[in-house]
């Protein structure tokens, strides 16, 4: 028997392997992509192995998504970034294919090595891979094209750029409803690529035409859109354009669009503001708690916390409060046990008095719910209603009286130090309570021991080390409004803005909002002075 060449045996073994009728064998040889690179060597990998994956891609679908997800790491075994071009031709054969999961992970790692190329090597290799899959002729193509502009669009040049614009406004109009699907999905990551005039302009009137689609699953993705689009607009921008639209979708005729309007809107609220999110989306969220389709008021039901905490405690008593109770004696049992699991939730947003004289009896009678998930999940959730109406609580405001009673100096030696130990509790019902005292003591304490001993505690608790509950974080927030009156303005502005700026910047909307209301209150405290 002839000898085999030994440079050539890696090759020589994976196409037998790939040619193997055990698709356990062929799924095992793709696996071993990076082992086989490594014995050809850098050169050889480009040009002998890379080829012939790119001309190997009629095989299962298993097999291809292995080969995709490969591709994305390989760029350290042809070279390095100088050479990652050479990885898209496979790539793109991978995104045409008609298994959908085959396209994503192309797609994904296309994506990957895309953030590692030269922005030269993107203008002359990956652009043009993303226009010849926009203008494919097969679906699956441009499919596939709608979620690489954003890794095209920031090194494209001006002409190139507006090209890709108009490229991705005809994918929204594509007569296939895929294609148009994969394009509202994608908008939000693509525009925020896109400068802002252009934003206004083309990215606006493609997310337009996305609204007013025909098929329903185009406009629930755009839905996500809303809140993708809000946060790269300007306020007033997004009042005149986003607000309608989501005003629009929770009156949609398609029950699973107004799903996804309430399983998101109360992250709507933070793009629109406060004053919009009063006049227009309280009402749209009502509407949507009393939907006809239990699978939207089920999500409605679910978000009802969140929601409330984005509200002041008048207006969730007022408005919402009324169709919680509807709620909790629903036909569906899943709608109770949707609410069941965030209705304790409510209790610190409210305040003591309509816990105790609304909410109290709605807890009661989901307890004697006949379905043992709609117990189980108020049950599970009652240490929610401690934070209002409890030995916590009432151990705060006779701290407060006694600090009253006994003077400031009295205070600051007997209870400051006990409230300083117990700050870093690693239960965080602890420190949401020593957070309490401490903005129940600091009048009584006066301005001068307020700051030297507890403001230092305070930003310590903003960044919440210990386990990081978004709860504490809003609370900060909170306090330190609630203490803005009593400090000088030097420490206001030195101290106590910072700590607020940084909060606005948190990923939770809930701190993010509570921080920008406490921003407010310094800005009109200064200008006030």
């Given at each position: 028997?002839?000898?085999?060449?030994?440079?050539?045996?890696?090759?020589?073994?994976?196409?037998?392997?790939?040619?193997?009728?055990?698709?356990?064998?062929?799924?095992?040889?793709?696996?071993?992509?990076?082992?086989?690179?490594?014995?050809?060597?850098?050169?050889?990998?480009?040009?002998?192995?890379?080829?012939?994956?790119?001309?190997?891609?009629?095989?299962?679908?298993?097999?291809?998504?292995?080969?995709?997800?490969?591709?994305?790491?390989?760029?350290?075994?042809?070279?390095?970034?100088?050479?990652?071009?050479?990885?898209?031709?496979?790539?793109?054969?991978?995104?045409?294919?008609?298994?959908?999961?085959?396209?994503?992970?192309?797609?994904?790692?296309?994506?990957?090595?895309?953030?590692?190329?030269?922005?030269?090597?993107?203008?002359?290799?990956?652009?043009?891979?993303?226009?010849?899959?926009?203008?494919?002729?097969?679906?699956?193509?441009?499919?596939?094209?709608?979620?690489?502009?954003?890794?095209?669009?920031?090194?494209?040049?001006?002409?190139?750029?507006?090209?890709?614009?108009?490229?991705?406004?005809?994918?929204?109009?594509?007569?296939?409803?895929?294609?148009?699907?994969?394009?509202?999905?994608?908008?939000?990551?693509?525009?925020?690529?896109?400068?802002?005039?252009?934003?206004?302009?083309?990215?606006?009137?493609?997310?337009?035409?996305?609204?007013?689609?025909?098929?329903?699953?185009?406009?629930?993705?755009?839905?996500?859109?809303?809140?993708?689009?809000?946060?790269?607009?300007?306020?007033?921008?997004?009042?005149?354009?986003?607000?309608?639209?989501?005003?629009?979708?929770?009156?949609?005729?398609?029950?699973?669009?107004?799903?996804?309007?309430?399983?998101?809107?109360?992250?709507?609220?933070?793009?629109?503001?406060?004053?919009?999110?009063?006049?227009?989306?309280?009402?749209?969220?009502?509407?949507?708690?009393?939907?006809?389709?239990?699978?939207?008021?089920?999500?409605?039901?679910?978000?009802?916390?969140?929601?409330?905490?984005?509200?002041?405690?008048?207006?969730?008593?007022?408005?919402?409060?009324?169709?919680?109770?509807?709620?909790?004696?629903?036909?569906?049992?899943?709608?109770?046990?949707?609410?069941?699991?965030?209705?304790?939730?409510?209790?610190?947003?409210?305040?003591?008095?309509?816990?105790?004289?609304?909410?109290?009896?709605?807890?009661?009678?989901?307890?004697?719910?006949?379905?043992?998930?709609?117990?189980?999940?108020?049950?599970?959730?009652?240490?929610?209603?401690?934070?209002?109406?409890?030995?916590?609580?009432?151990?705060?405001?006779?701290?407060?009286?006694?600090?009253?009673?006994?003077?400031?100096?009295?205070?600051?030696?007997?209870?400051?130090?006990?409230?300083?130990?117990?700050?870093?509790?690693?239960?965080?019902?602890?420190?949401?309570?020593?957070?309490?005292?401490?903005?129940?003591?600091?009048?009584?304490?006066g301005s001068e021991s307020t700051c030297q001993k507890l403001l230092p505690?305070?930003?310590?608790?903003?960044?919440?080390?210990?386990?990081?509950?978004?709860?504490?974080?809003?609370?900060?927030?909170?306090?330190?409004?609630?203490?803005?009156?009593?400090?000088?303005?030097?420490?206001?502005?030195?101290?106590?803005?910072?700590?607020?700026?940084?909060l606005s910047e948190d990923p939770d909307v809930d701190v993010r909002y509570?921080?920008?209301?406490?921003?407010?209150?310094?800005?009109?405290?200064?200008?006030?002075?």
């Open positions: 028997m002839a000898m085999i060449d030994e440079p050539l045996y890696p090759i020589a073994i994976l196409i037998d392997e790939l040619k193997n009728e055990d698709i356990q064998l062929r799924l095992n040889s793709i696996r071993r992509l990076s082992t086989i690179a490594r014995a050809l060597g850098e050169e050889r990998t480009r040009k002998e192995l890379i080829p012939f994956l790119s001309e190997n891609n009629d095989d299962d679908d298993e097999v291809l998504l292995a080969m995709a997800e490969e591709l994305g790491v390989f760029v350290p075994y042809i070279g390095g970034v100088e050479f990652a071009y050479v990885l898209l031709p496979p790539l793109e054969t991978l995104c045409i294919v008609e298994e959908t999961c085959v396209r994503d992970k192309a797609v994904e790692s296309l994506c990957r090595i895309g953030t590692q190329m030269k922005e030269s090597d993107i203008v002359e290799w990956f652009i043009p891979l993303v226009k010849r899959l926009a203008g494919g002729e097969w679906f699956t193509a441009r499919v596939s094209s709608c979620g690489l502009f954003h890794i095209a669009y920031p090194s494209a040049t001006e002409l190139f750029k507006a090209e890709l614009r108009s490229m991705y406004g005809q994918l929204c109009q594509d007569d296939m409803p895929m294609v148009r699907r994969s394009a509202a999905s994608n908008l939000g990551k693509f525009a925020a690529t896109v400068e802002a005039n252009n934003l206004k302009t083309d990215i606006m009137s493609i997310f337009e035409d996305l609204t007013r689609d025909d098929q329903d699953s185009v406009r629930l993705l755009a839905v996500e859109g809303c809140a993708a689009l809000g946060k790269l607009l300007e306020p007033q921008d997004c009042v005149a354009h986003i607000l309608p639209v989501i005003v629009n979708f929770s009156q949609d005729k398609s029950w699973r669009v107004r799903y996804m309007v309430a399983n998101q809107l109360y992250e709507l609220c933070e793009a629109v503001g406060p004053e919009p999110t009063c006049s227009d989306l309280v009402p749209a969220y009502v509407r949507l708690l009393r939907d006809n389709e239990a699978e939207v008021r089920i999500a409605a039901a679910g978000k009802v916390t969140k929601f409330c905490r984005i509200l002041n405690p008048h207006l969730a008593i007022q408005h919402i409060l009324p169709c919680v109770k509807e709620l909790s004696s629903d036909s569906s049992q899943h709608v109770r046990s949707a609410l069941a699991s965030v209705i304790m939730g409510m209790a610190p947003v409210l305040g003591k008095d309509a816990t105790i004289e609304e909410l109290l009896p709605i807890f009661l009678s989901l307890l004697k719910d006949e379905f043992p998930d709609v117990r189980l999940n108020i049950i599970s959730k009652l240490d929610q209603v401690n934070q209002v109406f409890s030995i916590r609580e009432a151990a705060a405001n006779n701290l407060k009286r006694l600090a009253e009673e006994f003077g400031p100096e009295w205070a600051m030696q007997n209870i400051v130090p006990q409230l300083l130990e117990k700050i870093s509790n690693p239960h965080y019902l602890h420190r949401m309570t020593i957070l309490q005292s401490i903005s129940l003591l600091a009048p009584v304490l505690v305070i930003i310590t608790a903003s960044k919440d080390s210990i386990c990081r509950v978004p709860n504490i974080k809003f609370n900060v927030a909170k306090v330190l409004q609630s203490l803005i009156p009593i400090f000088d303005h030097s420490v206001v502005e030195q101290a106590v803005r910072p700590c607020l700026v940084e509570f921080a920008s209301q406490a921003i407010q209150t310094c800005d009109s405290v200064m200008m006030s002075s």
